[in-house]
């Protein structure tokens, strides 16, 4: 069992809850399709078939590829507070143009660019809170981000279920669920300004007296400080002198990356964003009216918030790569009950839509409340600083390059197969992310090939 220790530091904690934002806007704007896209796809709006749902959707997943594997460099070069302020500005100027799309060619386009924000947002914001996080409350840090995103999808349901049901007469009521997503994008670039840079990023330029400051005022210790500085002394080739051909060579340093892009792969192989995404459309192929399915999302919302709350919490105490494995489980569990649910007839509708409902939230307490946060912790963590960056931009852009395939897909095959098929299917997918949990991703090797580098 892990013990950590408080540190009582304002700065510290202000710049973590603004860094988290990122977070927060990650799932704002990927949990504010889900009630939009009802709407979006009526005849007189942007008549969207099921397969245009998908390029949507799914096109702010590729711009997020895209994002999160420029990221990295853009952060080395520039630093992480200034690429963060400029991720909120793209942020906010990406979602009005959205909320302006008059057709579904400008639409997939400006979400495009919205998702460029997005993956370069969830690479930034875990690996940001890791540098500027003490070791007693790093693990805390990291995991605010993942307590963030599912609070920023639970904030997307949430409004757009009070949109929905109140001007949901409206058929343009889409627009201004869209653009609400700008309001904390506006108050991540403000409060950027204030927050504290990365000591860490400092060092690796060199800039041993700036880090030095910026350690103390984020509460680290001076003995941290100081071996810091002589452990990056020591190292003269920086992350812009290290080669992919050095990197190739070296088995510990391709181990962990490859072992980073099966955790990333873990994170979206379970199905856990065809919910997300295209929740309310499917609980209306389920039985729930319009209005019903709106406030359901609020419900699975509010469950995955507080799984997360109470699994960091776990997380933070016992070992990652145990709870990783119980997290996994609960999803295969959890995904084969959904799907015998949806595919027995026994069932009044009402029990129906009560079952499906409490087996999507168990599941995506399950997977929000242990497997994402496990994921995003153990990436932040498992890469030496000299790579940190781009190894952390691959592993990131694998997740959105997974979660693209899927989401363009899920629609698509919801048609051809029926929805409990596609769920026994995710359960499959689920159960191969424990066979690469047990035999490839081995904690010890892990450590052992972070320590040689």
């Not at 500027?132 to 790093?138: L, M, N």
Request: charged share 10%.
């Amino acid at each position: 069992m892990k013990k950590e220790s408080k540190i009582n530091n304002s700065f510290l904690k202000y710049s973590t809850y603004v860094i988290s934002l990122g977070g927060f806007l990650f799932g704002y704007d990927t949990g504010v399709i889900n009630g939009a896209l009802a709407f979006m796809s009526k005849p007189d709006q942007l008549n969207l078939s099921a397969g245009l749902q998908g390029v949507v959707s799914s096109s702010l997943v590729l711009g997020a590829c895209l994002g999160a594997l420029g990221c990295g460099r853009i952060a080395d070069k520039f630093g992480r507070k200034k690429t963060l302020r400029w991720i909120a500005a793209l942020f906010t100027i990406s979602t009005i143009l959205c909320a302006l799309a008059m057709n579904f060619l400008f639409m997939a386009a400006f979400r495009f660019v919205l998702g460029i924000a997005v993956g370069a947002a969830s690479s930034l914001s875990p690996m940001y809170l890791s540098e500027i996080s003490p070791a007693p409350v790093r693990t805390d840090n990291v995991n605010k981000n993942a307590i963030f995103i599912v609070l920023g999808q639970l904030t997307a349901f949430s409004v757009n279920a009070i949109l929905g049901n109140v001007w949901g007469s409206w058929s343009p009521i889409w627009r201004i669920m869209v653009v609400s997503a700008s309001i904390p994008a506006i108050v991540l670039w403000v409060n950027s300004f204030h927050i504290g840079g990365s000591p860490r990023w400092l060092v690796l330029k060199k800039q041993f007296k700036k880090a030095g400051k910026l350690f103390a005022r984020l509460g680290f210790k001076n003995s941290s400080i100081s071996s810091i500085d002589k452990d990056s002394a020591n190292n003269t080739n920086s992350e812009t002198s290290l080669s992919w051909r050095e990197v190739v060579k070296s088995p510990s340093l391709l181990y962990l990356l490859i072992a980073g892009v099966l955790v990333a792969l873990i994170q979206q192989i379970s199905g856990v964003n065809t919910v997300m995404y295209y929740g309310t459309i499917l609980l209306e192929k389920v039985g729930m009216g319009q209005g019903g399915s709106l406030y359901a999302n609020v419900l699975i919302g509010l469950v995955s918030v507080i799984a997360s709350i109470f699994g960091t919490r776990l997380i933070a105490r016992y070992n990652t790569h145990r709870m990783l494995l119980i997290g996994l489980l609960g999803n295969i569990f959890f995904l084969i009950l959904l799907a015998w649910v949806l595919n027995l007839s026994l069932f009044s509708q009402l029990l129906k839509n009560i079952l499906v409902l409490l087996f999507l939230a168990l599941f995506l307490a399950s997977h929000q409340g242990i497997v994402s946060p496990v994921t995003w912790l153990i990436m932040s963590e498992m890469f030496p600083g000299a790579v940190k960056a781009r190894f952390m931009s691959i592993a990131t852009a694998t997740t959105w390059l997974t979660n693209f395939t899927i989401s363009l897909i899920f629609p698509i095959m919801i048609a051809a197969f029926g929805t409990s098929v596609v769920f026994f299917i995710f359960a499959g997918t689920n159960a191969i992310s424990v066979l690469i949990s047990v035999f490839v991703l081995n904690e010890k090797e892990i450590k052992s090939a972070y320590a040689k580098n």
